[in-house]
């Protein structure tokens, strides 16, 4: 059954430093792939989506992600972190259907100033 | 920019009691999604609809639920018996194809008591 992992529970960086969140995913064929943002009390944002061709992929508020297949990754990235990204960042794919989204467990995104 | 919406945004009551959460998804959009996020827990898929009928749904989604497009804008789910286990925050969605983009609402917050 398709799954999508995410190892990080938990990631603090400081403001205007890099980041990487990772997404590991199991599918069959070439997934499409989702990040969603979700801010405190808030719904789901969407940040980018692959769905096929350049496997980097930008987004909104400045996000870019690269899908590599030899390590069925989808990894979120910034370059430059402000304090507003702090949120919870959901990656997600198909499941066996394509009528429903399989979400990651979420990474809690902390940004010291 | 279009958006989904759901009211209400918190919703408290008592277990056995039947509640009713509603959304209004994209116009456009055909395809619509409930999912629910348990305090600390990744979002769940929980139903799919499309041309009236549920397309797909979850072991979660059982008797106790239900959806109903009841006009042409409305999207609904009702669950007619609360558990204290079903407080959880309900996100609906939509997309305009099986396949397309799914674009999420701010959520219901729902306390079964």
């Known amino acids: 059954a398709q799954s999508v992992t995410q190892p990080d529970i938990h990631i603090t960086v400081s403001e205007g430093a890099s980041l990487e969140l990772r997404c590991n995913y199991s599918y069959g064929a070439t997934p499409y792939l989702f990040w969603y943002v979700q801010s405190p009390g808030q719904g789901l944002q969407l940040l980018l989506k692959?769905?096929?061709?350049?496997?980097l992929v930008q987004g909104i508020k400045g996000f870019e992600a690269e899908f590599k297949r030899s390590q069925s990754s989808f990894n979120l990235r910034k370059p430059s972190v402000h304090w507003s990204d702090a949120a919870e960042y959901f990656c997600a794919a198909p499941g066996d259907s394509s009528y429903k989204l399989i979400f990651g467990s979420g990474t809690r995104l902390l940004v010291r100033p | 920019e279009p958006e989904v919406t759901q009211t209400p945004s918190h919703q408290v009551t008592q277990m056995g009691q039947e509640v009713i959460l509603r959304c209004v998804p994209i116009?456009?959009?055909?395809?619509f999604y409930w999912y629910r996020q348990i305090l600390g827990q990744k979002v769940e898929f929980l139903v799919s609809f499309y041309n009236n009928e549920i397309s797909e749904k979850s072991e979660i989604f059982d008797d106790q639920f239900s959806v109903e497009r009841p006009d042409g804008s409305n999207f609904t789910l009702k669950i007619r018996s609360t558990k204290l286990e079903d407080s959880a925050m309900y996100f609906c969605?939509?997309?305009?194809?099986?396949?397309?983009?799914?674009?999420f609402g701010p959520g219901t917050r729902l306390l079964v008591l």
């Open positions: 116009s456009n959009h055909l395809y």
């Open positions: 969605a939509s997309s305009d194809s099986g396949s397309g983009t799914q674009y």
């Open positions: 692959y769905f096929s061709g350049d496997t």
